[in-house]
T-cell receptor, first 117, second 112 residues
Framework: GAVVSQHPSRVICKSGTSVKIECRSL??????MFWYRQFPKQSLMLMAT?????????EQGVEKDKFLINHASLTLSTLTVTSAHPEDSSFYIC?????????????FGPGTRLLVL | SQQGEEDPQALSIQEGENATMNCSYK?????LQWYRQNSGRGLVHLIL?????REKHSGRLRVTLDTSKKSSSLLITASRAADTASYFC????????????FGKGTRLSVIA
C-alpha cells in the first residue's frame, strides 16, 4: 500500500530555533499534500495545503511567514517552523493524496512531535 | 475550522460490549471517513463511506451515514481492550484534491 513518511518523528528544540519537518510519499507522486496540527487531547486542524511547484495555501490564522512550506518535488513537502516558541509545541501530521483511477485516497504520515523548550 | 462534532466525547465500556460513536457535520460532503488514533501516535484509516452510501461494514466495524441529518455513526462490536483509542470522523467536501475536516473525536476506553 501507499506509504507516507515523516522525518523526524520527534524533535526537541530551544525557543527561537527553526525546525524543518519532511513529508515524503514513498511510492507515489503527490501534487498536493496537506499539513495538519494537533494539540494535546484535541483534534487535527488543517494548517495549509502544499502544492507542487506553487505557493502553499494557508488556513485562516496560520502565519505563512512562521510556517514555511516548500513542495519542491512530487514526493516531498517540507514544513519549517521558524523561530519556534513553546506554544508551537504540537503534533504535526502531513497527508498526501493519491489518484487511484479518479478516486482520491488520502494517506497520512505518522506525525512529528515537536517540543519547544 | 472544524466540521464535525462527535459524541460522546469520552466513552468507557467493558470488553465484549459494543461501542457506538456519533458524528455530525454541517455542510454537504463527498465522503466521510473514520480514523483511529492511539495515544501519541498517527492516524489509522478505518473506513470510508461515500455520500451515496448508507451503510458499510468492515470486520467488527459498522458505519452508517444519514446525509439528510448530516450524521454518521461508528459501531464497534465485541470490543477489545486493544480498541482503546481516540476515534475521529473526517469529511471530504469534494472528490478531488481536498483536505479532510476532522471532528473533535471520541476517546474510547475498553476495560478488560
Amino acid at each position: 500500500g501507499a506509504v507516507v513518511s515523516q522525518h523526524p518523528s520527534r524533535v526537541i528544540c530551544k525557543s527561537g530555533t527553526s525546525v524543518k519537518i519532511e513529508c515524503r510519499s514513498l511510492d507515489f507522486q503527490a501534487t498536493t499534500m496537506f499539513w495538519y496540527r494537533q494539540f494535546p487531547k484535541q483534534s487535527l486542524m488543517l494548517m495549509a495545503t502544499s502544492n507542487e511547484g506553487s505557493k502553499a495555501t494557508y488556513e485562516q490564522g496560520v502565519e505563512k511567514d512562521k510556517f514555511l512550506i516548500n513542495h519542491a518535488s512530487l514526493t516531498l513537502s517540507t514544513l519549517t517552523v521558524t523561530s519556534a516558541h513553546p506554544e508551537d509545541s504540537s503534533f504535526y501530521i502531513c497527508s498526501a493524496n493519491r489518484d487511484r483511477g479518479g478516486r482520491e485516497t488520502q494517506y497520512f504520515g505518522p506525525g512529528t512531535r515537536l517540543l519547544v523548550l | 475550522s472544524q466540521q464535525g462534532e462527535e459524541d460522546p466525547q469520552a466513552l468507557s465500556i467493558q470488553e465484549g460490549e459494543n461501542a457506538t460513536m456519533n458524528c455530525s457535520y454541517k455542510t454537504s460532503i463527498n465522503n466521510l471517513q473514520w480514523y483511529r488514533q492511539n495515544s501519541g501516535r498517527g492516524l489509522v484509516h478505518l473506513i470510508l463511506i461515500r455520500s451515496n452510501e448508507r451503510e458499510k461494514h468492515s470486520g467488527r466495524l459498522r458505519v452508517t451515514l444519514d446525509t439528510s441529518k448530516k450524521s454518521s455513526s461508528l459501531l464497534i462490536t465485541a470490543s477489545r481492550a486493544a480498541d482503546t483509542a481516540s476515534y475521529f470522523c473526517a469529511t471530504a467536501l469534494n472528490s478531488g484534491n481536498t483536505p479532510l475536516v476532522f471532528g473533535k473525536g471520541t476517546r474510547l476506553s475498553v476495560i478488560a
